[in-house]
């Protein structure tokens, strides 16, 4: 005779969500996480670095940085009241000319005043290349001899344009500095007397390969 054992019954078991429902789950969160996370990497770095933003209070949001917008750089000549002393007791160099060193036959290119032998005159920040509206002269050429000169003799690249700008008046400025001159940005008779020249022979038409200061 068999015997009967009595049915036990089954464990219940956890229900398991659906692979696709945790697929729509993630999906249903992930623009909230992506867009935290980026919030973080925006924010965790030291506010006091460049261009970041301290975070808000409270957690939200930080507010717009305001647009800096960076004004029109401004062109026009403004003269110090040094260039405007030395400009009113000086005259402009209009033009350039030779000026012999004893009788060796070397002489200097330098810039001078119009219709004279006098090298006493200033350049300045502004002539563009005329400093007046008057057209008398050429201070084309007074500046472009000058410009010329510093390149070679003081190794800079300055544009050989004709116009006193913010770069020449640099190189005039470190010029001054370098011979302990009163830096002003002024090209005149004591920055002419203390530069440094290159030479031209007038003999055998040649340059100088040196530059000196025999002013």
């Known amino acids: 005779?068999?015997?009967?054992?009595?049915?036990?019954?089954?464990?219940?078991?956890?229900?398991?969500?659906?692979?696709?429902?945790?697929?729509?789950?993630?999906?249903?969160v992930s623009p909230f996480v992506v867009a935290g996370l980026a919030a973080n990497g925006l924010h965790n770095s030291s506010p006091d670095g460049p261009g970041q933003a301290a975070p808000a209070p409270g957690g939200g949001a930080p507010p717009?940085?305001?647009?800096?917008?960076?004004?029109?750089?401004?062109?026009?000549?403004?003269?110090?009241?040094?260039?405007?002393?030395?400009a009113a007791a000086t005259p402009q160099c209009l033009t350039a000319r030779l000026v012999p060193v004893g009788r060796t036959g070397w002489g200097i290119p330098l810039p001078?005043?119009?219709?004279?032998?006098?090298?006493?005159?200033?350049?300045?920040?502004?002539?563009d290349p005329y400093r007046t509206t008057s057209?008398?002269?050429?201070?084309?050429?007074?500046?472009?001899?000058?410009?010329?000169?510093?390149?070679?003799?003081?190794g800079y690249k300055l544009t050989v344009d004709g116009v006193y700008g913010s770069n020449t008046r640099g190189v005039i400025r470190?010029?001054?500095?370098?011979?302990?001159l009163a830096v002003d940005g002024i090209y005149g008779p004591k920055t002419r007397s203390a530069m440094n020249w290159r030479?031209?022979?007038?003999?055998?038409?040649?340059?100088?390969?040196a530059c000196s200061s025999p002013l």
């Open 1 to 28: 005779m068999a015997l009967r054992l009595p049915s036990l019954p089954k464990p219940a078991l956890p229900k398991l969500a659906s692979r696709k429902g945790v697929v729509l789950a993630t999906l249903a």
């Open 64 to 86: 717009a940085a305001p647009l800096l917008v960076r004004p029109a750089q401004d062109t026009t000549a403004k003269r110090t009241v040094a260039e405007a002393q030395a």
């Open 112 to 127: 001078s005043v119009w219709n004279s032998t006098s090298t006493t005159c200033n350049l300045m920040y502004g002539d």
């Open 135 to 154: 057209r008398r002269g050429d201070p084309d050429t007074a500046i472009r001899t000058l410009q010329r000169n510093l390149n070679y003799c003081y």
């Open 174 to 180: 470190a010029v001054q500095k370098r011979h302990g």
């Open 199 to 209: 030479l031209f022979s007038t003999r055998t038409n040649t340059w100088s390969k």
